[in-house]
């Protein structure tokens, strides 16, 4: 039951700007919207959140829209260590009193960079 | 250095026994939570614990069981129950009720023979 859908695959030349969507259409208004990756055989590894402004930090930048339905992750300049299956997710600001929280991941996007 | 550990990186078992997973942090986070992964498949949670002495049954928990007498240790348990036991299996961590980034292990690759 994840809220957010992913296309599962996309190719980018490397050193052009990789731009994966999500839509996340039934997002609360106390929901971050986070970023994370796998590559191969190893742990994800968090990228970026952001809750309605844009955000931007050494790995890439988190565009979300105006309504929250949908964001997209930049990775400016590919590189082929950039291939991997992309996640993304959304997440309670703050835990609701006495609730739980599930992180669900869902199937994420597989982005092969190609040289 | 803080950390989420998981261990063995590869278990083999035969089929039929019963095997127990390790995951330590020591990050003070609250919740862990165990996945497994099929090839080509993503993330499918099978148990989750959001305090000590408390854990939720996942998407996918049967066949799996769970304890967690430590904050730092949250185990998983393959039992001979679970029909299709061979995935890679990944713990994470978090901080309970502020949201925070989760952590994740490297995982460990079981193969039932």
């Known amino acids: 039951d994840a809220k957010t859908t992913q296309p599962p695959s996309m190719d980018c030349a490397e050193g052009r700007a990789a731009n994966l969507p999500c839509n996340h259409s039934t997002i609360s208004g106390n929901e971050y919207v986070y970023w994370y990756r796998q590559i191969h055989s190893q742990g994800p590894q968090y990228i970026i959140h952001g809750l309605k402004n844009n955000e931007t930090n050494e790995m890439a930048s988190l565009i979300i829209t105006e309504d929250r339905k949908s964001s997209t992750l930049i990775l400016p300049h590919a ?9 993304c997710i959304v997440r309670f600001t ?7 929280e599930k992180l669900v991941f869902g199937k994420g996007m597989k982005l092969t960079v190609n040289p | 250095d803080g950390g989420i550990t998981q261990s063995p990186k590869y278990l083999f078992r035969k089929e039929g026994q019963n ?88 995982g460990t690759r079981l193969t039932v023979v």
């Not at chain 2, 393959?78 to 009720?97: D, E, I």
């Open chain 1, 79 to 87: 590189t082929l260590r950039d291939t991997a299956v992309y996640y």
């Open chain 1, 94 to 100: 703050i835990t609701p009193q006495g609730g739980s």
């Open chain 2, 19 to 106: 095997v127990t997973l390790s995951c330590e942090q020591n990050l003070n986070h609250d919740a862990m939570y165990w996945y497994r992964q099929d090839p080509g498949q993503g993330l499918r949670l099978i148990y989750y614990s959001q305090i000590v002495n408390d854990f939720q049954k996942g998407d996918i928990a049967e066949g799996y069981s769970v304890s967690r007498e430590k904050k730092e240790s949250f185990p998983l348990t393959v039992t001979s129950a679970q029909k299709n036991p061979t995935a890679f299996y990944l713990c994470a961590s978090t901080y309970r009720g502020l949201s925070t980034e989760a952590f994740f292990g490297q």
